[in-house]
């Protein structure tokens, strides 16, 4: 800070609104000790400076507010100590009896919160159960009936659990063809009968003696005169260990079968959407997953209305 | 702000604000209107108002409250004798008091706010900036003229008066 003849009225101005340091104060004082002259100059300005007023706002009270928390606070203290503690029958009357034991359902052994788990997983299978038995079966013969389109080999699918890694067999050409040439396709509805309940006792022969005995079943055309070099066999039992064995029955079932197929092929137009693959030996089959609405809708709330009780019961 | 802290502004800042509003306006009925206002927004806003605040906010409210004041009464300033009564005021009967307190009300309203804010509040120029919405060199600026008109003038009047 320099103080001067150009500088010092400013800094005189700072000087009378105090907004100049302890130090910066002490040095104009210095200044003004030294030049007297400005002595006249600084009371001047200092003239300006209007003295403190005493002014008092008449209606201060009006402003004033109710201090609420101090007013509770006092109220509920003096309260707290005139009010006198609530009489013994009174609180007896408030309480609750327990619940006996012996009164507490378990629905078959399980706590509330089981039995509702146990419940959903009910609904569950019931649902999935009535889906699928509402839904069209599709025979592994028809499945891999389609494969056998694509590729030139046929597959025999394995009926029996026990059955090892030998009875999926797959049928040489050479050895279809002996198969497709002993095939004699019938189309007489009667006989069709008669030849499934042959097929049927032959079956439970079968079963009966569980002989190496295997029935092969070829599948003829539409036109059912010509077959092709494509044959499934539908049924083996577990024990087949030859694959060329056919039975004189078979001839005659396989036109029996090829109607069924002829049905079962329609509705798999329905069930199956088939895609085309570069490979010409494979086939990608795609099922579809239809489930009824209203039935899944209806499980859905009763699921929910179970969920939001038990939640009810546990808020409780 | 608690309650607490509200009333504990009135005890403390009612005198201050009816002051700054009275010397400057100098009518008291519009004066205690516009402190009684500014108390009633505080009051409003006390949640959103700190106390170490709250002096600064009454000043603020009832500063622009009286600018408001003046341009939709647009009142001029009236005479000392008729608006201010001498019961409400202590006056010092000395007579350069008078000659400054004439040179102060000749002062435009924005320089006699700086002065008074200056001068009765005690308030730095960065205070009165925020109060008054300028900056502080404009504040700084705008008093230094005030301080050297009021000066002007007292030494005018100082010859008349002796």
Not at chain 2, 3 to 15: L, M, P, Q, R, S
């Amino acid at each position: 800070m320099q103080l001067n003849e150009s500088t010092y009225e400013t800094i005189f101005l700072l000087y009378i609104d105090n907004e100049l340091s302890p130090k910066e104060r002490l040095e104009v004082e210095a200044f003004i000790l030294d030049n007297p002259s400005y002595a006249l100059e600084m009371e001047e300005l200092k003239a300006t400076v209007i003295s403190s007023e005493q002014l008092q706002y008449p209606f201060k009270e009006n402003l004033k507010q109710q201090d609420w928390e101090a007013t509770y606070s006092t109220i509920l203290k003096t309260n707290m100590e005139e009010i006198p503690g609530l009489s013994t029958p009174f609180k007896n009357g408030l309480k609750k009896e327990a619940a006996k034991e012996g009164i507490v359902l378990k629905p078959f052994g399980f706590s509330q919160q089981k039995f509702t788990y146990a419940a959903i997983a009910a609904c569950l299978i019931v649902f999935i159960g009535y889906q699928q038995l509402t839904k069209t079966p599709v025979s592994n013969s028809i499945v891999s009936n389609s494969l056998a389109n694509k590729s030139n080999k046929v597959l025999v699918p394995n009926i029996s659990t026990e059955s090892t890694k030998s009875d999926a067999t797959v049928i040489s050409n050479s050895n279809k063809q002996e198969l497709v040439n002993n095939i004699k396709p019938i189309t007489k509805t009667k006989k069709e009968i008669l030849i499934q309940e042959k097929l049927n006792t032959s079956e439970l022969e079968i079963a009966k003696t569980n002989k190496n005995v295997s029935i092969a079943i070829a599948e003829p055309t539409r036109n059912n005169s010509i077959l092709n070099n494509q044959a499934i066999i539908t049924k083996l039992p577990s024990s087949y260990n030859n694959p060329v064995t056919i039975d004189a029955l078979a001839t005659e079932t396989s036109s029996v079968d090829k109607n069924t197929d002829l049905i079962r092929d329609e509705k798999v137009t329905t069930s199956y959407e088939l895609i085309d693959t570069e490979d010409p030996n494979r086939a990608i089959f795609i099922a579809n997953f239809e489930i009824d609405g209203a039935a899944f809708r209806g499980i859905t709330r009763r699921v929910s209305a179970l969920l939001k009780r038990n939640k009810s019961e546990k808020e409780k | 702000m608690t309650d607490k802290a509200y009333n504990d502004c009135v005890d403390n800042f009612a005198d201050g604000v009816y002051r700054f509003i009275v010397k400057n306006i100098r009518h008291t009925e519009d004066a205690q209107d516009i402190v009684q206002s500014a108390f009633e927004k505080l009051w409003v806003n006390r949640a959103q108002v700190l106390p170490e605040k709250a002096k600064s906010y009454l000043f603020t409210v009832a500063y622009h409250q009286m600018i408001d004041h003046i341009r939709t009464s647009n009142k001029m300033p009236l005479s000392e004798d008729t608006a201010i009564p001498h019961q409400q005021i202590v006056q010092h009967n000395s007579e350069l008091k008078q000659v400054l307190m004439r040179a102060v009300n000749e002062l435009n309203p924005t320089q006699k706010s700086l002065v008074l804010l200056k001068d009765y509040e005690g308030y730095s120029y960065q205070e009165i900036a925020e109060i008054m919405n300028l900056s502080d060199s404009q504040v700084k600026v705008y008093l230094h003229r005030a301080r050297l008109i009021l000066k002007n003038k007292l030494s005018a009047y100082a010859p008349t008066a002796s």
